[in-house]
T-cell receptor, first 113, second 111 residues
């Protein structure tokens, strides 16, 4: 595997389910990000991790819970989501949190029913 | 508050034509302005980027024009091809932290 990978690629979940999104980067980077991409809206930064430490939580509801066990892996734990949370969730990485070029994964298309 | 405003929302260009997408920003602390290209089913990928100390940067058929006084920058795609059909996002950042994205432009290049 190369670059940034995300699993699953598609996820359908009910409002009472608990699920997790996984991101793995194979670039040797130290900073990882979660973004939410909704139609006709700018990419929304959700969380930033630098060397496994969270440096940004962009006022994200607590039903989204990130986890970064090491610099290569990032998870987004989901529980009791709302239909408006349906979106494409993108993971990205940079060499460091002040790295300019972000490398994105292909995203997980989430549908909340 | 949206930090980067992008237009148009969608664009149709004939093959061989010039595609132009515009962005405007307010924060004068921004020091890096990238453009990302996103194909369906893929994540955004860096296409080209510019810093405010230059007014133009060209890479192949892609050119960024930057107007610091007007706080505007634009992407020009020369000799547009059907393979360029994608969504394009402009972005801006201060000191490389937390990209601020525009809403995106859906480009369709017709044969």
């Amino acid at each position: 595997e190369t670059g940034v990978t995300q699993t699953p690629r598609h996820l359908v979940m009910g409002m009472t389910n608990k699920k997790s999104l996984k991101c793995e980067q194979h670039l040797g980077h130290n900073a990882m990000y979660w973004y939410k991409q909704s139609a006709k809206k700018p990419l929304e930064l959700m969380f930033v991790y630098n060397f496994k430490e969270q440096t940004e939580n962009n006022s994200v509801p607590s039903r989204f819970s990130p986890e970064c066990p090491n610099s290569s892996h990032l998870f987004l734990h989901l529980h009791t989501l709302q239909p408006e949370d349906s979106a494409l969730y993108l993971c990205a990485s940079t060499p460091g949190v002040w790295g300019y070029e972000q490398y994105f994964g292909p995203g997980t298309r989430l549908t909340v029913t | 508050q949206q930090q980067v405003k992008q237009s148009p929302q969608s664009l149709i260009v004939q093959k061989g034509g010039i595609s132009i997408i515009n962005c405007a920003y307010e924060n004068t602390a921004f020091d890096y302005f990238p453009w990302y290209q996103q194909f369906p089913g893929k994540g955004p990928a860096l296409l080209i980027a510019i810093r405010p100390d230059v007014s133009e940067k060209k890479e192949g058929r892609f050119t960024i024009s930057f107007n610091k006084s007007a706080k505007q920058f634009s992407l020009h795609i020369m000799d547009s091809q059907p393979g360029d059909s994608a969504t394009y996002f402009c972005a801006a950042t201060a000191a490389g932290y937390a990209l601020n994205f525009g809403k995106g432009t859906s480009l369709l290049v017709t044969p």
